[in-house]
C-alpha cells in the first residue's frame, strides 16, 4: 500500500509540476500579448496620432486617447509596470493635446497633470531613459499652452521647464529625431509665449532654434511631411518675432522661403493641417510687414489668402477653437489695411465677421476671451469714428456681459475678471467722448488707472497687458482732457500714456507712428499752457518723422491724417510758419478719400485747422 501510495504522489507530483510549467508558460505567453498590445496602443496613440493630427481628427486621437487610459485606470497595481505607466503617460499627453484644441481645458489640464505625476515619479525612482524624458518634456510643454489658454501667468515658467529639461538630451552627441522633434515643439511653444517680452530677441533666439532643429532633420527638403510641417510652423512664429523685432526683410524672406515648403507639402497632401496654419500665419505676417511699411494695398493679397487657408482649417475642422480664434485674428488685421486705404466700409463689414468668429472662438478658454474682447474693444474706436455710436453702445454691452460671466467664473487671484472689467471701461470711455462728454470719459479714464494701481503684475505677459491699458486709458484721457483745456493735465496724461507704450509694443514701425500720435497731443498741451518752446522740442521730430514717412507711403491714407495733426500742432507751437504750415496740413486734409474725410477723427482735425487759419 505504501509503495502504491508513494507511486501515486510521485506522479502527482510529476503532473503538477508540468501543469505549473504549462500555466507558467501561458501566464508568460499572457504577459507578453499585454506587452505587446500596451506596445500597439502606444504606437496608436503616439505614432498614428500624428497622422491624425495632420488630418484635423481631434475627436478621434482623444477618444482613442481616452480608452487607452480608462484601460490603463482599470488595471490592478501589480500589473502596471514601468512600461504601463510610460504608455499611459503617453496617452494622457495626446488626450490632453487634443481636448486643448478643442476648448475642452479642465480635462486637458487633468490628463496633462497626471502624466506629469507619472513620469515625474519614474525619474525620481532612477528611470532616466530617453523615453521618460521625452515624455515629461512633452506633457509639461502641453501643460504650458493649458496655462496660457488660461491666462495663467505660470505657462513660460512652466515652457521653460520642458526646454531645460529636452536640453538634457539633445545636447548629447548624435541625439535622436524623436528628441530633434520634441525639442523643436518645445521651443516653438517657449518662443510663441516670449512674443509677449517687450524685448522680442529671445523669441527670435528660440523660434530660429526650433526651426534649426527640424532643419536638421530634412524639414525643408519635404522629406518627412510630419517634420517639414513643423518646420513649417516653427517658421510661422518666427516671422512674427522678427516683425516684432524690427527685422522686417529678413521676416520676409523667412516667410516667403518657408511659405513655398508649405505649398509643397499641400502639393502631396492638401488637408495637411500644419502646413496650412503655418502657411497662414506667414501670409499674415507678410501682410503685417507691408502694412507696416505704409504699403496696406499690398497687404490685402496675403492677408486674404491667409484668410481663405485659416477658413479651410476652420472648415475642416469647426471644433478647433485655436482655428477660429486665428480666422479672427486675421479678419481684424485685414480690416485694419482697408481702414488705412481708406475703404472704411469694407473695413466695418470685416469687423462684423471678426465678432461672429470670435463669438465662437471666446467660448473656449479665458484666453481665448480676453483675446475676443480686446478685439470688441478695439473696434468700438473704429465705429465710434465712423459714426456708427449704436452699435459702439452694443459691443460694450457684449463686453460687459463677459466681463460679468468672467468674475464669477475665474478663481480668487485671477487677473481674468479685472481685465475684463477694464476692456469694458475702455469702451465706455471711448463712447462718452463721442458723445460728447469729455468729462465723463476723462473720469472713467482715471478710474481705470485706479484700478491699474491695484494690480500687481509679475509675469512679463501681465506687465505687457498691464501697460497697454495705461496706455489706452491715458491716451483717451489726454484727448479728453484737452478737448476741456485742462492742458496741465493733459500733459501729464499724454506722457504716462507714451510712458506705457514704451512697453506695449508690436513691431517698431507702427509703434513710431502711435506715439507720434501721443507726442502731437503732448505738443497741443504744451501750447495750451504758453510753452511753445518745449512744444515744438516735441512736435519737430514728429514733423520729421511724418515727412520721411509720406516720402515711402504708397496706400496708407490715414498717415495723412496724422501728419496734418501734426503740423497743426507745429503752427501753433512756430508763430512765423503758422500759415505755411497750416495751409499744407490743409491740404493733406482735403486729400484724402471720401470716407476717411467723413471719419469724426478727421473731421476734428479740420475743424481745428480751419479755427486756427481764421
Given at each position: 500500500?505504501?509503495?502504491?501510495?508513494?507511486?501515486?504522489?510521485?506522479?502527482?507530483?510529476?503532473?503538477?509540476?508540468?501543469?505549473?510549467?504549462?500555466?507558467?508558460?501561458?501566464?508568460?505567453?499572457?504577459?507578453?500579448?499585454?506587452?505587446?498590445?500596451?506596445?500597439?496602443?502606444?504606437?496608436?496613440?503616439?505614432?498614428?496620432?500624428?497622422?491624425?493630427?495632420?488630418?484635423?481628427?481631434?475627436?478621434?486621437?482623444?477618444?482613442?486617447?481616452?480608452?487607452?487610459?480608462?484601460?490603463?485606470?482599470?488595471?490592478?497595481?501589480?500589473?502596471?509596470?514601468?512600461?504601463?505607466?510610460?504608455?499611459?503617460?503617453?496617452?494622457?499627453?495626446?488626450?490632453?493635446?487634443?481636448?486643448?484644441?478643442?476648448?475642452?481645458?479642465?480635462?486637458?489640464?487633468?490628463?496633462?497633470?497626471?502624466?506629469?505625476?507619472?513620469?515625474?515619479?519614474?525619474?525620481?525612482?532612477?528611470?532616466?531613459?530617453?523615453?521618460?524624458?521625452?515624455?515629461?518634456?512633452?506633457?509639461?510643454?502641453?501643460?504650458?499652452?493649458?496655462?496660457?489658454?488660461?491666462?495663467?501667468?505660470?505657462?513660460?515658467?512652466?515652457?521653460?521647464?520642458?526646454?531645460?529639461?529636452?536640453?538634457?538630451?539633445?545636447?548629447?552627441?548624435?541625439?535622436?529625431?524623436?528628441?530633434?522633434?520634441?525639442?523643436?515643439?518645445?521651443?516653438?511653444?517657449?518662443?510663441?509665449?516670449?512674443?509677449?517680452?517687450?524685448?522680442?530677441?529671445?523669441?527670435?533666439?528660440?523660434?530660429?532654434?526650433?526651426?534649426?532643429?527640424?532643419?536638421?532633420?530634412?524639414?525643408?527638403?519635404?522629406?518627412?511631411?510630419?517634420?517639414?510641417?513643423?518646420?513649417?510652423?516653427?517658421?510661422?512664429?518666427?516671422?512674427?518675432?522678427?516683425?516684432?523685432?524690427?527685422?522686417?526683410?529678413?521676416?520676409?524672406?523667412?516667410?516667403?522661403?518657408?511659405?513655398?515648403?508649405?505649398?509643397?507639402?499641400?502639393?502631396?497632401?492638401?488637408?495637411?493641417?500644419?502646413?496650412?496654419?503655418?502657411?497662414?500665419?506667414?501670409?499674415?505676417?507678410?501682410?503685417?510687414?507691408?502694412?507696416?511699411?505704409?504699403?496696406?494695398?499690398?497687404?490685402?493679397?496675403?492677408?486674404?489668402?491667409?484668410?481663405?487657408?485659416?477658413?479651410?482649417?476652420?472648415?475642416?475642422?469647426?471644433?478647433?477653437?485655436?482655428?477660429?480664434?486665428?480666422?479672427?485674428?486675421?479678419?481684424?488685421?485685414?480690416?485694419?489695411?482697408?481702414?488705412?486705404?481708406?475703404?472704411?466700409?469694407?473695413?466695418?463689414?470685416?469687423?462684423?465677421?471678426?465678432?461672429?468668429?470670435?463669438?465662437?472662438?471666446?467660448?473656449?478658454?479665458?484666453?481665448?476671451?480676453?483675446?475676443?474682447?480686446?478685439?470688441?474693444?478695439?473696434?468700438?474706436?473704429?465705429?465710434?469714428?465712423?459714426?456708427?455710436?449704436?452699435?459702439?453702445?452694443?459691443?460694450?454691452?457684449?463686453?460687459?456681459?463677459?466681463?460679468?460671466?468672467?468674475?464669477?467664473?475665474?478663481?480668487?487671484?485671477?487677473?481674468?475678471?479685472?481685465?475684463?472689467?477694464?476692456?469694458?471701461?475702455?469702451?465706455?470711455?471711448?463712447?462718452?467722448?463721442?458723445?460728447?462728454?469729455?468729462?465723463?470719459?476723462?473720469?472713467?479714464?482715471?478710474?481705470?488707472?485706479?484700478?491699474?494701481?491695484?494690480?500687481?503684475?509679475?509675469?512679463?505677459?501681465?506687465?505687457?497687458?498691464?501697460?497697454?491699458?495705461?496706455?489706452?486709458?491715458?491716451?483717451?484721457?489726454?484727448?479728453?482732457?484737452?478737448?476741456?483745456?485742462?492742458?496741465?493735465?493733459?500733459?501729464?496724461?499724454?506722457?504716462?500714456?507714451?510712458?506705457?507704450?514704451?512697453?506695449?509694443?508690436?513691431?517698431?514701425?507702427?509703434?513710431?507712428?502711435?506715439?507720434?500720435?501721443?507726442?502731437?497731443?503732448?505738443?497741443?498741451?504744451?501750447?495750451?499752457?504758453?510753452?511753445?518752446?518745449?512744444?515744438?522740442?516735441?512736435?519737430?521730430?514728429?514733423?520729421?518723422?511724418?515727412?520721411?514717412?509720406?516720402?515711402?507711403?504708397q496706400s496708407d491714407e490715414t498717415q495723412k491724417v496724422e501728419m496734418a495733426a501734426a503740423?497743426?500742432?507745429?503752427?501753433?507751437?512756430?508763430?512765423?510758419?503758422?500759415?505755411?504750415?497750416?495751409?499744407?496740413?490743409?491740404?493733406?486734409?482735403?486729400?484724402?478719400?471720401?470716407?476717411?474725410?467723413?471719419?469724426?477723427?478727421?473731421?476734428?482735425?479740420?475743424?481745428?485747422?480751419?479755427?486756427?487759419?481764421?
Amino acid at each position: 500500500v505504501c509503495v502504491v501510495l508513494a507511486l501515486g504522489a510521485i506522479a502527482a507530483a510529476i503532473f503538477a509540476f508540468f501543469a505549473s510549467q504549462r500555466a507558467k508558460r501561458a501566464e508568460d505567453a499572457a504577459q507578453q500579448s499585454r506587452v505587446q498590445a500596451e506596445s500597439l496602443l502606444g504606437y496608436l496613440t503616439v505614432n498614428f496620432a500624428r497622422e491624425l493630427e495632420n488630418s484635423g481628427q481631434l475627436e478621434v486621437i482623444a477618444s482613442l486617447a481616452k480608452r487607452e487610459m480608462d484601460y490603463f485606470h482599470g488595471l490592478p497595481d501589480e500589473l502596471k509596470g514601468p512600461e504601463t505607466r510610460r504608455t499611459a503617460a503617453e496617452a494622457l499627453v495626446q488626450f490632453a493635446r487634443a481636448s486643448r484644441r478643442l476648448g475642452n481645458l479642465d480635462p486637458a489640464w487633468e490628463a496633462a497633470s497626471e502624466a506629469v505625476s507619472i513620469l515625474e515619479t519614474q525619474q525620481q525612482a532612477g528611470n532616466a531613459s530617453e523615453e521618460t524624458t521625452i515624455g515629461l518634456a512633452s506633457a509639461l510643454d502641453t501643460q504650458a499652452m493649458i496655462l496660457n489658454n488660461q491666462q495663467n501667468s505660470k505657462d513660460i515658467v512652466t515652457a521653460q521647464r520642458a526646454a531645460d529639461l529636452i536640453a538634457t538630451l539633445s545636447s548629447r552627441p548624435n541625439p535622436s529625431p524623436a528628441i530633434l522633434v520634441t525639442e523643436s515643439e518645445i521651443l516653438k511653444t517657449l518662443g510663441f509665449l516670449q512674443l509677449n517680452d517687450p524685448d522680442k530677441s529671445k523669441a527670435v533666439e528660440s523660434l530660429r532654434k526650433a526651426q534649426q532643429r527640424t532643419i536638421e532633420l530634412g524639414g525643408r527638403e519635404v522629406k518627412d511631411s510630419f517634420v517639414a510641417g513643423r518646420y513649417v510652423d516653427a517658421a510661422g512664429w518666427l516671422v512674427v518675432a522678427l516683425l516684432g523685432d524690427g527685422r522686417y526683410d529678413e521676416a520676409r524672406a523667412v516667410g516667403e522661403e518657408a511659405s513655398q515648403v508649405a505649398d509643397r507639402i499641400l502639393a502631396q497632401d492638401p488637408a495637411h493641417r500644419s502646413a496650412l496654419f503655418g502657411l497662414s500665419l506667414m501670409q499674415q505676417s507678410l501682410g503685417d510687414a507691408s502694412t507696416a511699411e505704409l504699403r496696406p494695398r499690398d497687404a490685402i493679397r496675403p492677408y486674404l489668402r491667409a484668410a481663405a487657408v485659416q477658413q479651410t482649417l476652420v472648415d475642416f475642422d469647426p471644433k478647433n477653437m485655436i482655428n477660429q480664434n486665428n480666422l479672427a485674428s486675421v479678419q481684424f488685421s485685414t480690416a485694419g489695411a482697408y481702414w488705412s486705404m481708406g475703404q472704411v466700409d469694407d473695413a466695418l463689414d470685416m469687423l462684423d465677421s471678426v465678432m461672429v468668429t470670435g463669438r465662437i472662438s471666446g467660448a473656449s478658454g479665458t484666453a481665448l476671451r480676453l483675446g475676443q474682447m480686446f478685439t470688441l474693444a478695439v473696434s468700438t474706436y473704429f465705429f465710434i469714428d465712423a459714426g456708427r455710436l449704436a452699435k459702439a453702445r452694443a459691443i460694450a454691452d457684449e463686453l460687459g456681459s463677459y466681463a460679468a460671466s468672467l468674475q464669477k467664473s475665474e478663481p480668487a487671484g485671477s487677473l481674468a475678471g479685472p481685465y475684463g472689467a477694464l476692456l469694458k471701461r475702455v469702451a465706455d470711455a471711448r463712447i462718452a467722448a463721442a458723445r460728447g462728454d469729455d468729462r465723463a470719459a476723462r473720469d472713467i479714464c482715471a478710474d481705470i488707472n485706479t484700478r491699474l494701481g491695484t494690480i500687481h503684475a509679475t509675469s512679463g505677459r501681465d506687465q505687457f497687458i498691464v501697460s497697454g491699458f495705461g496706455f489706452q486709458g491715458n491716451e483717451q484721457k489726454a484727448r479728453s482732457e484737452l478737448e476741456l483745456k485742462e492742458y496741465g493735465a493733459a500733459e501729464q496724461s499724454a506722457r504716462a500714456a507714451l510712458a506705457a507704450k514704451e512697453k506695449f509694443t508690436f513691431d517698431p514701425r507702427s509703434d513710431e507712428r502711435v506715439k507720434a500720435q501721443l507726442s502731437t497731443i503732448l505738443a497741443l498741451s504744451l501750447v495750451g499752457q504758453g510753452k511753445p518752446g518745449e512744444a515744438r522740442e516735441v512736435i519737430e521730430p514728429v514733423v520729421k518723422l511724418h515727412r520721411d514717412l509720406a516720402r515711402r507711403n504708397q496706400s496708407d491714407e490715414t498717415q495723412k491724417v496724422e501728419m496734418a495733426a501734426a503740423l497743426y500742432a507745429e503752427a501753433l507751437a512756430d508763430p512765423p510758419r503758422r500759415s505755411a504750415l497750416l495751409r499744407e496740413s490743409r491740404a493733406l486734409l482735403d486729400s484724402v478719400p471720401a470716407q476717411i474725410k467723413a471719419l469724426a477723427s478727421t473731421r476734428l482735425w479740420s475743424e481745428r485747422v480751419r479755427a486756427a487759419s481764421g
